[in-house]
């Protein structure tokens, strides 16, 4: 029999709490980041920090109605969820607008929307309603040729809208597939391209290729089936010896000029302080002229003089490593990792593997963007322009992530909903 409950019932009120915590945060950072003397009002809608008090009551919203939802419909309507971002994707390709290079919003009256945002809530649901298939065998590579294909199709779509840093976000699935059978070879092959990939561009091409025909050959003599492996090590060798070369095709003529300078100052090749290089630059200065305490709410110099570009989105980190200093950045750092870790904690108590996938995938993208952001704000990832999830400035990635994060918490009440 099952029993009626108001929406509040059973519900995790510590990743509530989390949340709010971090969105609170945010925006008083955003209001740190773009303070204006003249109109100092926290309140003041015509500036940013007014703007986000917006976008957090819709989130607000949202999150009420994601909790007014019937859990079973995240599950039922998973596919067709997927396919109308899918189909919106599209059609962002053709009539969406450029802002910063990348043609990824489309314009609804005054109000700009990034689907790209949303496709990470719709591939979420559908990867985990096709994991929780009764039937789906896990240890068969067809299974994850699927899955891979859920997560690539969107990815594409978001990469011709020249939204790199959304498109890589994507492969934060490959966690989630990993938790539930993905081989750990798999794994380890994919995070190896971009080592690789790097080696590619400071060592000689042919020592790395010799490098990595000498790995084969260990692998084949260490084998016990070696007639058996010897097609796949010549395999892996060839694949892995053709993208050797096939980095330096794409660093010339694939990627654009100001890719090519911001991957060179990344791996140190060059040094441009006063281009590619600046923003990182400008954010190490910021983070750390804020030493242990921080110069204080509001009296952040390289801040409040426009001296970091995307001070309140991609670079918000920055305005807490200047005005709360180390103290209040470490504080920040573990307030994620507790949001990541209570995450985590549910997903594992889950008695549906549809939830259980489902939170991991929640977990696994809320990681991605944190690691990503934060990373290149110290200088230690490329620049692809992602939002700190909860903290920077922006409707598109503040509501997605509060869908994201209330469809989890509604899918763990709804466990015990049935007595």
Same mark, same amino acid.
């Given at each position: 029999?099952?029993?009626?409950?108001?929406?509040?019932?059973?519900?995790?009120?510590?990743?509530?709490?989390?949340?709010?915590?971090?969105?609170?945060?945010?925006?008083?950072?955003?209001?740190?980041?773009?303070?204006?003397?003249?109109?100092? @009002?926290?309140?003041?809608?015509?500036?940013?920090?007014?703007?986000?008090?917006?976008?957090?009551?819709?989130?607000?919203?949202?999150?009420?109605?994601?909790?007014?939802?019937?859990?079973?419909?995240?599950?039922?309507?998973?596919?067709?969820?997927?396919? =109308?971002?899918?189909?919106? &994707?599209?059609?962002?390709?053709?009539?969406?607008?450029?802002?910063? =290079?990348?043609? @990824?919003?489309?314009?609804?009256?005054?109000?700009?929307?990034?689907?790209?945002?949303?496709?990470?809530?719709?591939?979420?649901?559908?990867?985990?309603?096709?994991?929780?298939?009764?039937? &789906?065998?896990?240890?068969?590579?067809?299974?994850? &040729?699927?899955?891979?294909?859920?997560?690539?199709?969107?990815?594409?779509?978001?990469?011709?809208?020249?939204?790199?840093?959304?498109?890589?976000?994507?492969?934060?699935?490959?966690?989630?597939?990993?938790?539930?059978?993905?081989?750990?070879?798999?794994?380890?092959?994919?995070?190896?391209?971009?080592?690789?990939?790097?080696?590619?561009?400071?060592?000689?091409?042919?020592?790395?290729?010799?490098?990595?025909?000498?790995?084969?050959?260990?692998?084949?003599?260490?084998?016990?089936?070696?007639?058996?492996?010897?097609?796949?090590?010549?395999?892996?060798?060839?694949?892995?010896?053709?993208?050797?070369?096939?980095?330096?095709?794409?660093?010339?003529?694939?990627?654009?000029?100001?890719?090519?300078?911001?991957?060179?100052?990344?791996?140190?090749?060059?040094?441009?302080?006063?281009?590619?290089?600046?923003?990182?630059?400008?954010?190490?200065?910021?983070?750390?002229?804020?030493?242990?305490?921080?110069?204080?709410?509001?009296?952040?110099?390289?801040?409040?003089?426009?001296?970091?570009?995307?001070? @309140?989105?991609?670079?918000?980190?920055?305005?807490?490593?200047?005005?709360?200093?180390?103290?209040? @950045?470490?504080?920040?750092?573990?307030?994620?990792?507790?949001?990541?870790?209570?995450?985590?904690?549910?997903?594992?108590?889950?008695?549906?593997?549809?939830?259980?996938?489902?939170?991991?995938?929640?977990?696994?993208?809320?990681?991605?963007?944190?690691?990503?952001?934060?990373?290149?704000?110290?200088? &230690?990832?490329?620049?692809?322009?992602?939002?700190?999830?909860?903290?920077?400035?922006?409707?598109?990635?503040?509501?997605?992530?509060?869908?994201?994060?209330?469809?989890?918490?509604?899918?763990?009440?709804?466990?015990?909903?049935?007595?």
């Amino acid at each position: 029999m099952r029993r009626e409950y108001g929406i509040f019932h059973r519900i995790d009120w510590v990743l509530v709490l989390l949340y709010l915590a971090l969105v609170l945060f945010g925006w008083l950072n955003i209001y740190a980041a773009v303070y204006d003397e003249s109109q100092p @009002s926290i309140f003041d809608v015509s500036q940013r920090y007014g703007k986000q008090m917006i976008w957090i009551a819709a989130a607000l919203v949202l999150a009420i109605i994601t909790l007014a939802i019937d859990p079973k419909f995240f599950s039922q309507f998973a596919w067709l969820i997927y396919f =109308g971002l899918i189909g919106i &994707l599209i059609l962002v390709i053709f009539i969406g607008r450029d802002i910063s =290079g990348a043609r @990824s919003w489309l314009h609804i009256g005054s109000v700009a929307i990034q689907p790209a945002e949303f496709s990470k809530v719709a591939t979420s649901l559908l990867v985990a309603k096709y994991l929780s298939k009764i039937d &789906l065998n896990l240890k068969k590579n067809e299974t994850w &040729l699927r899955a891979i294909l859920m997560i690539f199709v969107p990815a594409l779509l978001i990469l011709l809208q020249r939204d790199t840093g959304s498109a890589l976000v994507f492969l934060a699935f490959l966690l989630v597939f990993y938790r539930f059978g993905l081989s750990g070879y798999v794994m380890l092959a994919i995070f190896a391209l971009p080592v690789i990939g790097i080696m590619s561009l400071l060592v000689n091409k042919f020592i790395l290729v010799g490098i990595l025909f000498s790995g084969a050959i260990v692998f084949y003599l260490r084998s016990r089936k070696r007639l058996r492996n010897l097609v796949v090590v010549l395999a892996i060798f060839i694949s892995s010896a053709g993208y050797v070369f096939s980095v330096d095709y794409a660093m010339n003529h694939i990627l654009q000029p100001h890719q090519r300078q911001r991957i060179n100052v990344l791996i140190g090749k060059t040094s441009d302080l006063k281009g590619a290089g600046y923003n990182v630059n400008q954010s190490l200065i910021a983070i750390g002229s804020g030493q242990i305490i921080g110069k204080g709410f509001l009296n952040g110099t390289q801040t409040k003089y426009n001296f970091v570009p995307e001070q @309140s989105t991609d670079f918000i980190f920055c305005t807490v490593g200047e005005e709360w200093g180390f103290l209040g @950045s470490f504080a920040l750092i573990v307030l994620y990792m507790v949001l990541f870790l209570r995450i985590i904690v549910v997903a594992e108590r889950q008695r549906s593997r549809f939830s259980r996938v489902f939170g991991y995938s929640v977990a696994a993208i809320l990681f991605f963007h944190f690691a990503i952001n934060i990373g290149m704000t110290l200088g &230690l990832m490329p620049v692809i322009g992602i939002p700190l999830p909860f903290l920077s400035y922006g409707g598109s990635s503040l509501w997605a992530f509060t869908i994201l994060l209330f469809i989890f918490i509604r899918q763990d009440a709804y466990r015990l909903e049935l007595v």
